[in-house]
């Protein structure tokens, strides 16, 4: 019930292309959603998050999108660009803690 | 300094040795957190401080595992009698506060256990 769900496992899109990149969770307790981004050798660095009160969150070429009722939120990068090509996690959270359960990852490539 | 910072980056350790691992968070921040990322995984939590406070530690994988915080700045994790299962990334992340405002990672430390 702890698990979040993530696919595709990798991705290969062209430049100017949409990625669209799927999480599902079961536990209803999670309120809390951000997308992480892992370069080689590198730790995740935030990207974007949102809160299950809102269905859309945009910030310049990252949305997420969030279906409360069937469990799932989406992370879409729109113009994709070479520079994009990376490994993309999401993850949840749930009130009182801070602590994150995240997805497996998507590793994301985007060739010119 | 203006991110978290880990030492060694790389440590390679005969099976049964002990090893260190540290993080220096950024300064003021208040939690610190341990993940343990396998190839192609995911993180996963294995222990979460407030300051100098240990407030979670269920991901701990055995009693060989040992977390420390003593002054609430400085964090080492340690592993007592490393097995080949314990070679892994080890992220150090922190935070200015509590309540999901988002992480700032550290580069990791990869272990490698022979």
């Known amino acids: 019930q702890q698990q979040v769900k993530q696919s595709p496992q990798s991705l290969i899109v062209q430049k100017g292309g949409i990625s669209i990149i799927n999480c599902a969770y079961e536990n209803t307790a999670f309120d809390y959603f951000p997308w992480y981004q892992q370069f080689p050798g590198k730790g995740p660095a935030l990207l974007i998050a949102i809160r299950p009160d809102v269905s859309e969150k945009k910030e310049g070429r990252f949305t997420i999108s969030f279906n409360k009722s069937a469990k799932q939120f989406s992370l879409h990068i729109m113009d994709s660009q070479p520079g994009d090509s990376a490994t993309y996690f999401c993850?949840?959270?749930?009130?009182?803690?801070?602590?994150?359960?995240f997805g497996t990852g998507t590793r994301l490539q985007v060739f010119p | 300094g203006a991110g978290v910072s880990q030492s060694p980056r790389y440590k390679v350790a005969k099976r049964g040795q002990d090893v260190a691992l540290r993080c220096d968070p950024i300064s003021g921040h208040v939690s610190l957190f341990w993940y343990q990322q396998a190839l192609g995984q995911g993180p996963e939590f294995l222990t979460y401080?407030?300051?100098?406070?240990?407030?979670?530690k269920s991901g701990l994988p055995s009693d060989r595992f040992f977390a420390e915080r003593p002054e609430g700045s400085v964090s080492t994790l340690k592993i007592q009698r490393t097995q080949q299962e314990d070679s892994a990334v080890y992220l150090c992340?922190?935070?200015?506060?509590?309540?999901?405002?988002?992480?700032?990672f550290g580069s990791g430390t990869r272990l490698t256990v022979v």
């Open positions: 992340a922190s935070s200015r506060q509590t309540g999901n405002y988002g992480y700032t």
């Open positions: 401080f407030q300051n100098e406070a240990q407030l979670d």
């Open positions: 993850a949840a959270s749930w009130e009182n803690t801070d602590k994150l359960i």
